[in-house]
């Protein structure tokens, strides 16, 4: 099964010995199932997988089972939702009955809704004010890994990325032009067919300092990359590393942040924090603020409609026509 190897070996194998399958018994359809599921999905559901299995429950599950599962778990709505989505996927994948569309499941999970609310987890925006902080902090350090930084947070930022795009780039998806660059999205967390989405940016015709276009050119002729990813993680001995894991964006962002010493960087709760979504909330909120349209917002963020655009900016929404702003 060709679209299997998708999923590294080594966590397929982990999935199997938890829901005691031979992959010889694999149903012949679970090579479709699995082809284009995302690595951060991939990841996820197999800690859910495991999780369940810690728990004490065996699988196959039957409904009753998913239910109690919910009722005993200290999870937010939220995550048991994925939960739930990766229960029924590998059911499903194994060739066994899906028990999460039971009613009692269904019914577990609107009273935990009710009792614990339905909180989101969300971002924290970086904002273009503390790009150009990051930016300023950045240029004062002479070293490949300050100009690797440099060229991340500028890219990251002009072009709305998620975490996970940013450690996909390669090479050959960067069309360079006088005025300015194409990045190719081969995929996406939208789009796992690999429509492919290009997002063109600019070179900043003012403040060259901070010139995504830039900042990128000299990053990958300073570490002489002229193939595979862009960019790079670095070894103990400074030797660049074939790629970069998003989870290390997810880290730079909050380091970052401490160095500008932005309090609440990493104390979630209610509040949003720094992560590797901050980029693409960052620049829907700048954006915003500066009086651009979701026409315009949409050919860099890609998103389908307005209503996720107008989830992420959250800090514009609460200002415009505030009462509290003419009280004193």
């Known amino acids: 099964m060709a679209n299997l190897a998708l999923f590294q070996q080594q966590n397929l194998q982990q999935v199997l010995n938890l829901a005691g399958v031979e992959i010889k018994d694999l149903p012949s359809f679970a090579d479709d199932l699995v082809a284009g599921m995302a690595e951060n999905t991939q ?124 450690c996909q780039l390669e090479y050959q998806d960067l069309l360079l032009d006088g005025q300015f660059m194409i990045l190719t999205l081969r995929h996406s967390k939208t789009d796992q067919e690999g429509k492919q989405f290009r997002k063109l940016i600019f070179r900043a015709s003012k403040n060259k300092q901070y010139c995504p276009v830039r900042a990128l050119v000299r990053w990958l002729d300073s570490a002489d990359i002229s193939e595979g990813r862009l960019f790079r993680g670095f070894k103990p001995g400074g030797k660049l590393r074939e790629s970069l894991s998003d989870k290390s964006v997810d880290n730079l962002i909050k380091h970052w942040a401490k160095q500008l010493n932005i309090p609440n960087v990493e104390t979630p709760g209610v509040n949003p924090v720094f992560s590797g979504h901050s980029f693409r909330a960052g620049f829907i909120t700048t954006c915003r603020a500066l009086g651009m349209s979701n026409a315009e917002i949409r050919k860099i963020s890609g998103h389908k409609s307005d209503r996720m655009i107008d989830v992420y900016d959250r800090d514009t929404q609460l200002r415009e026509n505030n009462p509290t702003a003419k009280l004193w």
């Open 43 to 166: 990841a996820t559901y197999l800690s859910v997988m495991r999780r369940f299995r810690q728990s004490g429950y065996t699988f196959p599950a039957d409904a009753d089972s998913v239910a109690d599962y919910i009722r005993r778990s200290e999870l937010g709505a939220a995550s048991l939702n994925t939960h739930i989505a990766a229960l029924s996927f590998w059911h499903r994948c194994l060739g066994f009955p899906d028990p999460t569309a039971a009613i009692v499941v269904e019914a577990a999970m609107r009273r935990l809704r009710r009792e614990r609310g339905v909180i989101q987890k969300m971002a924290r925006p970086l904002t273009q004010a503390f790009v150009i902080n990051i930016a300023d902090m950045l240029l004062q350090e002479d070293s490949l890994k300050a100009q690797r930084d440099l060229a991340l947070l500028l890219v990251g930022f002009s072009g709305a990325f998620r975490r996970s795009e940013l």
